[in-house]
């Protein structure tokens, strides 16, 4: 069965850090991409990050900079290291797998991915 879960959530005050991890069971990293997404209040599903299956790493503009995702394939665990967090980061953060497709050169595309953990909020607040 393919699961994510995500954790390390919490409240943190602007210009922290909070590192998030998504466990996976199921599938290894190897062959999936990992994509992380967040969604506020009142708004859309935004893609943040992503990390293809051979490791190779994408950001959004908007954390650009201050994100970092990484992997550790022994643990089967995908990591996004976040810096410098603002207010505009509170939001729910999902990590998503995608199997091989041909949608995987489309970026933050959240219909593209096929598993989803079931969140973890983030908040940034003074």
């Known amino acids: 069965q393919l699961q994510l879960v995500e954790s390390g959530g919490g409240l943190v005050q602007p210009g922290g850090s909070l590192r998030l991890s998504c466990a996976v069971s199921?599938?290894?990293?190897?062959?999936?991409?990992i994509g992380w997404f967040r969604q506020a209040p009142g708004k859309g599903r935004e893609g943040v990050s992503e990390?293809?299956?051979?490791?190779?790493?994408y950001y959004a503009d908007s954390v650009k900079g201050r994100f970092t995702v990484s992997r550790d394939n022994a643990k089967n665990t995908v990591y996004l290291q976040m810096n410098s967090l603002k207010p505009e980061d509170t939001a729910i953060y999902y990590c998503?797998?995608?199997?091989?497709?041909?949608?995987?050169?489309?970026?933050?595309?959240?219909?593209?991915?096929?598993?989803w953990g079931q969140g973890t909020q983030v908040t940034v607040s003074s």
């Open positions: 199921g599938f290894t990293l190897d062959r999936y991409a």
């Open positions: 998503a797998g995608r199997s091989p497709s041909p949608y995987s050169t489309i970026r933050f595309s959240p219909g593209t991915y096929n598993y």
């Open positions: 990390i293809s299956s051979y490791g190779i790493a």
